[in-house]
Nanobody, 122 residues
Framework: QVQLQESGPGLVKPSQTFSLTCTVS??????????WIWIRQPPGKGLEWMGR???????FYTPSLKSRTSISRDTSKNQFTLQLSSVTPEDTAVYYC??????????????WGKGTLVTVSS
């Protein structure tokens, strides 16, 4: 059973940068044909796909957030990390880390973390 757990600050001040780490257990982030994704959901709004790092370490970001987002990984710790800079109150959201399987291994976002609320406020 794969498990994902987000960790990071709950409160961040505007203009600052924060990092969230997703610790994965029960499976390796280097296993072929899986992407490791960050998704967020602002209060009262829908899910927003932010970016991903694939099993080989390649990253991709949604264009609207690309200039402020960075995703990295630590294979020795089986973790991947989201960094978001120049935050505003509009970045207040529940942030989820997610595993997505490529089609060749079944497809779909099959495992989700529980989510962590990050509030941007002075």
């Amino acid at each position: 059973q794969v498990q994902l757990q987000e960790s990071g600050p709950g409160l961040v001040k505007p203009s600052q940068t924060f990092s969230l780490t997703c610790t994965v257990s029960g499976g390796s982030i280097t296993t072929n044909y899986y992407d490791w994704i960050w998704i967020r959901q602002p209060p009262g709004k829908g899910l927003e796909w932010m970016g991903r790092v694939d099993y080989g370490g390649l990253t991709f970001y949604t264009p609207s957030l690309k200039s402020r987002t960075s995703i990295s990984r630590d294979t020795s710790k089986n973790q991947f990390t989201l960094q978001l800079s120049s935050v505003t109150p509009e970045d207040t959201a529940v942030y989820y880390c997610v595993r997505r399987a490529w089609v060749r291994v079944g497809g779909g976002m099959d495992y989700w973390g529980k989510g962590t609320l990050v509030t941007v406020s002075s």
